[in-house]
Every structure is written in structure tokens, then in C-alpha cells.
């Protein structure tokens, strides 16, 4: 199982829900998101939760790219370009997915808690 998690840390795409996460967190703060996403009940609850999260993307990249230009968010390192750093497309959700049929609650349980403690965006608020 530590060969899994490894692979789940160091996934591309997962970093990418990790980041998108992290913009969500600052841009909705819903922070029950991240409750269901720790602890879906089984492999069709995880699969609700990313759907939840992912739908309203357009409109989170939005006011993060908004937020950005008025001063609201800053956005720490080298990560400009929102849209390319921050969406999350077909080919990842459905990395995501597969990585997490096995053990859904731990997936979820491990990107909840990076996307939690995500740093790549601060409110300046």
C-alpha cells in the first residue's frame, strides 16, 4: 500500500486537483467539500464529491483570475498562467478516479489534506 501512496503523491494530475483544490479552498471556502471528499462512504460517494468539486471550476477559475488582477489572491511562486495550472481536465479526473477505486476514502482522505494545506495561493483578504 506505501508503493500506492507514494504514486498518489507524486502523480501530475493529482498535484493538479491539489492545486485546483487549493483555489477552490480560497475562492469558495467550502470547506465541507473537503469533509466529503475525506470520507466518502464508498467508491460512488468519491466520484459525487469530484463531480461536485469540478462543476463549478469555470466559475472558480473566474473569480480567481478576477481576484488576482484586483489584488485579492496572491498567487506564490512561479504559477501565472491559471487556466493552465489550475483546471482540471478530462485525462486527470479520470487518473483520479482510477487511483482512487481501490480505496476511495484514503485517496480522498490524501487530497483533501494537500489541497488543505495547499500554499500556493494566499487571500489577501
Given at each position: 500500500?506505501?508503493?500506492?501512496?507514494?504514486?498518489?503523491?507524486?502523480?501530475?494530475?493529482?498535484?493538479?486537483?491539489?492545486?485546483?483544490?487549493?483555489?477552490?479552498?480560497?475562492?469558495?471556502?467550502?470547506?465541507?467539500?473537503?469533509?466529503?471528499?475525506?470520507?466518502?462512504?464508498?467508491?460512488?460517494?468519491?466520484?459525487?464529491?469530484?463531480?461536485?468539486?469540478v462543476?463549478?471550476?469555470?466559475?472558480?477559475?473566474?473569480?480567481?483570475k478576477?481576484?488576482i488582477?484586483?489584488?485579492?489572491?496572491?498567487?506564490?511562486?512561479?504559477?501565472?498562467?491559471?487556466?493552465?495550472?489550475?483546471?482540471?481536465?478530462?485525462?486527470?479526473?479520470?487518473?483520479?478516479?482510477?487511483?482512487?477505486?481501490?480505496?476511495?476514502?484514503?485517496?480522498?482522505?490524501?487530497?483533501?489534506?494537500?489541497?488543505?494545506?495547499?500554499?500556493?495561493?494566499?487571500?489577501?483578504?
Amino acid at each position: 500500500m506505501s508503493g500506492n501512496i507514494e504514486a498518489v503523491l507524486k502523480d501530475e494530475c493529482v498535484e493538479t486537483y491539489v492545486r485546483y483544490l487549493g483555489a477552490f479552498k480560497n475562492v469558495e471556502s467550502d470547506y465541507g467539500l473537503f469533509d466529503k471528499l475525506a470520507r466518502p462512504r464508498d467508491f460512488e460517494d468519491f466520484v459525487r464529491v469530484v463531480y461536485e468539486s469540478v462543476r463549478l471550476q469555470d466559475r472558480v477559475l473566474d473569480r480567481l483570475k478576477e481576484g488576482i488582477s484586483k489584488g485579492e489572491y496572491e498567487v506564490v511562486g512561479e504559477i501565472r498562467e491559471v487556466e493552465r495550472v489550475f483546471r482540471i481536465g478530462k485525462n486527470c479526473l479520470s487518473r483520479i478516479i482510477e487511483l482512487a477505486k481501490d480505496n476511495p476514502r484514503l485517496i480522498g482522505s490524501l487530497i483533501a489534506s494537500l489541497a488543505l494545506a495547499y500554499e500556493g495561493i494566499k487571500s489577501k483578504r
